[in-house]
């Protein structure tokens, strides 16, 4: 008996052992987690892409196809200029009748792999498979065929442009818009039998060089070759620029080795935020949205150079990393402050380059939708200066900021605040500085101001409400540089919101330019297409809440913090109030919905957490974790609307650490609900910061009670300042809310400026 159970004993032992081991082997790293291919399927508008990329790098890279559920991929890609832009050039691997060969091939395809790090794909008509790993400004192909007695041939194309060959390289460039070119240098480690134009069903090897639009080469490669790999470099500069940026990041063949290396990078970069949980498909949510915050901006410095679409000219970078791409209507909120935690060098970069760009543009207007093609002043408001006075409050001080107030002060008062228009002030701008909205055109009347975009209209609610915010922040960094006067007239404006609130209704309501409200008015449906002739993209319900910069004001406009709670409750409860159809065909930026309550776009992030400011903290964290738990999932359709490249997925970020910038510009977080038992934010010099839930299961969403570095904390909020010094935020958590935790009125968080201030 003794021996029967010492043997059971032995058994279970090594079985144990093997389980650990098992599961030694099998620990995630944070890249590990990392999921492209949530939300590749759109709820409505444009889906995420599975972008292949290194940390804020020039080459990113995806499959050129519509989405998901896509039949076939367009080619493969090269490199991607912007967001959402298609591919520059294309590599179409061929193999077959060469009377068949086209500029772009179409593929079926099947076995993708998608990894930040790494792509592989089966080109199953073909028999074709291609593997391809990125560095920063440089990637690797490796194509394997399967038809040992065909030839091969790599087609590569430019959409608008010209290429060369010799030998074994291809190099040339494509034209983009504002006189920009992307340039590439591109080799492979066989050398084609045939080079040339294709002409005549036939490859022309006397013809080494091509031009115009869909312009394109063809290398042939002998019979039997099943592998052939191809490197290359890309340049905004030259492609001398482009061969070098490859010689620098890729200096053999070896795929593996740079898809190890990007691994390592990506591994390093997330782990900046180090998670712990039982939750596995809350760390996905959470890595893959972080990956999606480091798509932009990218940076353009290729060996201490730059090329600037703000002036076309190629400049010295000095040191400092010049970034672009980047739309600020959406990363201001939550993207650019996530940054000022995790990586405030890059974020004094980007800033340094935004003054770069206001710099180097005629008018010296702040950027507010740069791009690698220049400033494509998209959405509306002026955004930027938000990122200015959020980084220095925060204490990141290596930029100008006086340089800074200028350019801002220039982009809100010069140019017109009229939507997606970069024109100068006019007749709209004036009446703005002198009442203080931007008047809405009463229905039926024909629109005369020039600088009103004939699809975007006016949008007066949004751009009235986005100015004072950034007026706000303007008086704010007069406020710093000892501009009193200016302070003071700034923030006095900033106060104007008022001017466009109803008072019986509650709402926020555009005004005719007589100074009476446009009525008949629907708060859900009026306004036309993406209620562009009164709000924009949203409609007044979201746009009700908009007030970041001095949200304490809104509660008693609203009726003070019994009926201000009761009124979000009310948005949350109000139906859409037509068809599904019919909604959305009028408002299909409005997704995600909860009610009215959209969580698809940028200007909802903020409103759960205003519970918080009526006493109420116990109602964010319920809706913080039931709107995270709704639409952000570990699936194909797990993004409620457009992604935006990280303006979106900040908002998830902040949330599963538990803390949101509600206010970019006070250097103060509003606490929600943690979604892990632990997370350590490393925040630079040794130190890190702690967010530590006691009694932690994935369904108890409520505090119970706080420490905040070891002292009680019953407050609702707490200080970057107490952040950036490390140490813990300790909060005991329970499935059913302690509705008196930060309930009293010391406990909400402040508004308009910091306590003492």
Known sequence: MNKYFCYLFSAILSITISAKSTSAQVTKQPVDYVNPYVGNISHLLVPTYPTVHLPNSMLRFYPERENYTSNTVNGLPLVITSHRGSSAFNLSPFQGDVREIKNTIRY???????????????????????????SHQSGIYEINFSKSQASSYLILNTRDGELSTNENTVSGFQRLSNNTKVFIYLETDLKPVEAGSYQNSSIENQKKAVSGRNAFLVLKYAGNTQRVKARYG???????????????????????????????????????????????????????????????????SEDGKYFSAFDGKIHNDNGTPFFTDDWIWDTYRA?????????????????????????????????????????????????????????????????????????????????????????????????????????????????????VHGFEKRQPIAVTLGTVYDEWCLGNIAQQLGKTEEARHFLDKSLTYRTVFNPETKFFHPKDASGKFIEPLDYRFSGGLGAR????????????????????????????KGVFVEELEKMYNTPLGKSRFDFYSQLPDHTGNVGQFSMGNEPAMHIPYLYNYAGQPWR?????????????????????????????????????????????????????????????????????????????????????????????????????????KGGSLELIMGKRPNKQWAADDAATPPSFKMPGK
Not at 120 to 125: A, G, I, S
Not at 533 to 548: A, S
Not at 634 to 655: K, R, W
Request: glycine fraction near 8%; include cysteine.
């Open 108 to 134: 079926g395809y099947d076995n993708e792999i998608i990894k930040p790090y790494y792509y592989e794909v089966d080109l199953d008509d073909f028999g074709i498979n291609a593997k391809f790993a990125p």
């Open 234 to 300: 890309i340049s905004f500069i030259s492609v001398e620029q482009a061969k070098k940026n490859l010689q620098r990041e890729i200096k053999d063949y070896n795929l593996a080795n740079v898809a190890e290396l990007g691994k390592n990078i990506w591994n390093t970069t997330l782990g900046k935020i180090a998670i712990k949980g039982s939750d596995e498909n809350a760390k996905t949510i959470f890595y893959t949205s972080l990956y999606r915050t480091y798509e932009r901006m990218i940076n353009l």
């Open 335 to 451: 993207t650019h402050p996530l940054r000022v935690i995790i990586e405030p060098k890059m974020e004094s970069n980007m800033i340094n380059s935004y003054l770069r760009m206001a710099e180097q543009m005629d008018d010296h207007w702040m950027p507010t939708f740069p791009e690698v093609t220049g400033d494509s002043r998209r959405m509306n408001s002026n955004h930027g200066v938000a990122t200015i006075i959020d980084a220095y409050n925060k204490g990141l001080r290596s930029f100008n900021l006086e340089e800074a107030y200028q350019y801002c002060k220039a982009g809100i008062t010069e140019k017109t605040l009229a939507p997606w228009s970069a024109k100068k002030a006019g007749v709209l701008d004036q009446f703005f500085k002198d009442h203080g909205y931007f008047p809405a055109l009463p229905a039926g009347e024909k629109e005369t101001a020039p600088e």
């Open 533 to 560: 002739e009164t709000y924009d993209e949203n409609n007044g319900w979201l746009y009700r809440w908009d007030v970041l910069h001095n949200v304490d004001d809104l509660v008693e406009m609203i009726g003070g």
């Open 620 to 724: 964010t964290q319920k809706r913080v974790r039931s709107l995270l738990s709704q639409w952000f999932r570990n699936d194909l359709m797990g993004i409620p609307g457009d992604e935006d490249g990280g303006g979106l997925t900040s908002f998830v970020v902040f949330s599963q650490i538990g803390f949101y910038p509600i206010t970019p510009g006070l250097p103060m977080y509003v606490i929600g609900s943690p979604t892990f038992e632990n997370v350590k934010i490393d925040i630079g010099n040794g130190k890190k910061f702690e967010v530590a839930c006691r009694n932690y299961a994935p369904e108890n969403k409520y505090i119970q009670s706080a420490k905040l570095n070891g002292k009680v904390w019953n407050k609702s909020w707490f200080t970057h300042e107490e952040l950036m």
